[in-house]
C-alpha cells in the first residue's frame, strides 16, 4: 500500500491518473499534456505501474497504458473501513 500512496502523492501522476479515467494513451499522448522530458514522463508512468495504478501493453510500437479501477476500488473500500471504525 505504501506504492500506492507514494504514487498518489505527485500532484504530475495524479494528473497522469485523470488522463487515463477518459482512455487509454501511449507514452507520447501523455507527454504531449506535460512541460517535461519524456524520460520523466517514463518514470512517472513506472511509479504508476508499480503501484498498479495503471497497466501497460504493447501494441506495435506504441505503449498503450490504461487506468487499473480496481485497485481504486480496493483502496476506497480500506478508506470506508476505516471510517465505519470510528
Known amino acids: 500500500m505504501n506504492s ?27 507527454a504531449a499534456h506535460f512541460d517535461m522530458s519524456k524520460p520523466s514522463i517514463s518514470h512517472h508512468l513506472d511509479i504508476l505501474k508499480r503501484a498498479e495504478l495503471i497497466s501497460s501493453e504493447k501494441q506495435g510500437q506504441f505503449v498503450n497504458y490504461s487506468l487499473n479501477t480496481t485497485i481504486l476500488e480496493d483502496l476506497i473500500s480500506w478508506i470506508l473501513t476505516l471510517k465505519n471504525r470510528s
Open 4 to 30: 500506492l500512496f507514494k504514487a498518489l502523492n505527485d500532484d504530475t501522476r495524479r494528473q497522469i491518473i485523470e488522463l487515463l479515467k477518459d482512455r487509454d494513451l501511449n507514452a507520447g499522448q501523455i
